[in-house]
């Protein structure tokens, strides 16, 4: 076996270009939903209750479309609102929402509460944090296990002080580590007492159908588990298509109690006649019903596991033995975790940037870029070909060999 | 010729069901943009750029787009912004990153500035005031001339009063009473000393385009004159398709100075990974350039400059010599603004009502839907049939006049 220093000299000869950062579908991914473009088509604007999708209104978005989803991201139809094709947006502007007028329950708007902070498991994903920082809303982290966050510290916490007015959860297939929350888990968040009584989850199920084994994982229902607790108002479920049909032009989902519905469209009404209705009428043509959406996903399903395999077998050869580094095998989703020792995710960064490999950023699983371990190296293996895929991870291999050889 | 009050029981005997209240498209007009539903077409998803429309990114929105609307909105390419669907959305979030983050020039973001207020030139469009009143932005109201604002008035206020941040402008074929800003107005807006530093013209341009006569009435260029006089960051410009192509899923803009640009898209990049692009390209390909909108508004015209002049004939066989009513022929734009004697406009409107001709809710044009002088009927006649529209205004005629008898 040739020396890391030298394999890496060799890698960085190589001259390589290869980019495994952000997890964006890749083309042949966009191309399965190629049906979508020549949707609605002239003269088919109609929706299904006669409703014209190209003229203004339908707040709500359209009910055919609604019905689709409901169940997948398990928000009763009526309770699930169809909007524009960003869920961050969703979530961006509930968080605005709630700064500048009073949930259901608040006692005052934000703006107005003094401190507001949320709680950000870690790791975790980079833009959930972006929208608190960006909205001045503190993050305090709690640790990941594999069934969720660290209840024991979610719950002391929130329990001890009003200031803490949520939680971001990916609850299916979590960015980045895969992780799936258990249903006591579920339970224990939609239950569990909070000092703040307008305290929220942010509830991203950015992943429900976005299956890599033929193990369709299913979660508990947060909102039926809240209401049975008596904190109906407690979750806002959000999901989107961007990842199931165009990345860019897909569909997003706002879902919670009735309460909080109607406060969202009342105060999302001053500021759109609403969505692009014209669009979810493409959406409800092109996948048809639960099953054409369950289809799809099986088609992306053969495009990336077999990215996912690879990343798994290269990972597997070379550090089956070696303590410290660990790995997620996850069973959906668009990422694989990468544990390294203590001190040195950053330097395997730094060595694969250096040979042509753009790894993401070191810390950009924790908030304000900050991973205390320096120990997490997010991989998005579905944008790149597969190829790329084997030459990307063979080099990531080679680097954190001299990393682990330098150390 | 029938008394008034015969007149009014035989409209009521009719039993119509007629509405004249909303500035919506008719299913004609949308029809217009029937090829738009086609597009871009299965495997048509790259831009001019090479740029893979269907993936994530692009805050700014697609190149050529921008170019076909930049000379009509007067904003030069690289300051312009396409996003998506809703302009009322653009400016509502525009003063909601002016409250939580500073704007260019600003000493302190909205919220922690105590009071804030904008002027409402009146009459003016209802959904403006709404966005002001939902974020909490006090309203203070000036009187519109022929020529736009009465200018005096407005130097004065914001001469005086720091926490005047901003004035609302609709600066051709206004809302509702098709004014047009001349260009004194528009270089004395762009010029004016202002106690606020941070101080903004919302320029909703929503009828740069939308001309009812063959002469196409062009505005100052405000951007141009607000830099001149040193104040370039003084302007937010607006704009959209929704009634040019499709009114719930068109394009909307946004322009203004780099530094306000690059503010706002800085900001908005922690809300979005990017606007629906494919609706970007769907709608450069349909309108193809700037010949391509001129003609396409050409083709609005003849739809719906006959349902003008009906509102027009109308009201002229009736009042021609009526004191204190008259009403605005507008050379564009989407309304017929009525003014009727002081105390009747809420008259007119419930005797409509009452006889199924839904009119706007007197007031509407003012903020919190309170017209002093319930003078003000706002027309809307691009919806409905012409044969609609004869029936329609054939019997706000016959309201009018018992309400002018009854006085």
């Not at 009526?78 to 259901?104: F, G, K, R, Y």
């Not at 909205?135 to 002080?161: F, N, S, Y």
């Not at 992306?300 to 990215?307: D, Q, S």
Request: charged residues 20%; glycine residues 10%; hydrophobic residues 40%.
């Amino acid at each position: 076996m040739t020396d890391p220093a030298t394999a890496y000299e060799e890698l960085r000869a190589a001259g390589l270009k290869l980019d495994l950062t952000r997890g964006k579908p890749s083309s042949q991914q966009l191309d399965l939903a190629a049906g979508l473009l020549d949707q609605p088509g002239a003269g088919q604007h109609l929706a299904a209750d006669g409703t014209d999708t190209r003229n203004y209104g339908g707040g709500q978005g359209l009910p055919e479309l609604r019905e689709i989803f409901a169940p997948f991201l398990q928000v009763p139809t009526p309770q699930l609102i169809a909007a524009n094709n960003s869920s961050l947006e969703l979530m961006h502007d509930t968080l605005v929402h709630a700064l500048l007028s009073p949930l259901p329950g608040a006692p005052t708007r934000w703006v107005d509460a003094g401190r507001v902070a949320f709680i950000a498991p870690v790791p975790g994903y980079d833009r959930h944090y972006g929208v608190c920082e960006r909205l001045g809303i503190d993050l305090v982290t709690v640790g990941m296990t594999e069934d969720g966050p660290d209840m024991d510290e979610v719950e002391r916490l929130v329990a001890g002080d009003a200031s803490i007015k949520g939680i971001w959860c990916v609850p299916k297939y979590s960015n980045p580590d895969g992780a799936v929350y258990s249903d006591e888990v579920v339970r224990r968040l939609a239950s569990m007492p909070t000092a703040a009584p307008d305290f929220r989850i942010m509830w991203d199920n950015a992943y429900a159908v976005h299956h890599l084994t033929s193990d369709e994982v299913e979660i508990a229902d947060v909102l039926a588990l809240a209401a049975e607790a008596g904190n109906p108002d407690r979750p806002f479920v959000f999901g989107s298509t961007s990842k199931i049909t165009l990345a860019g032009a897909g569909v997003a989902f706002l879902g919670g109690s009735q309460a909080n519905v109607d406060w969202w469209l009342k105060l999302t009404s001053k500021k759109s006649i609403g969505p692009d209705k014209v669009n979810h009428l493409r959406h409800a043509r092109f996948l048809r019903d639960g099953a054409g959406l369950r289809a799809h996903m099986s088609a992306h399903r053969e495009l990336i596991a077999p990215k996912f395999a690879m990343v798994e077998r290269l990972l597997l050869e070379a550090f089956s033995d070696t303590p410290g580094v660990s790995w997620t095998t996850p069973k959906g989703g668009y990422f694989v975790s990468l544990t390294v020792p203590d001190g040195l995710a950053s330097e395997v960064v730094r060595l694969a940037g250096e040979a042509g490999i753009a790894l993401t950023p070191a810390g950009a699983t924790h908030p304000y870029g900050k991973d205390p371990q320096d120990a997490v190296i997010r991989l998005a293996p579905t944008l790149p070909p597969l190829d790329e895929i084997e030459r990307a991870m063979a080099g990531v291999v080679t680097c954190l060999q001299l990393a682990l050889a330098r150390r």
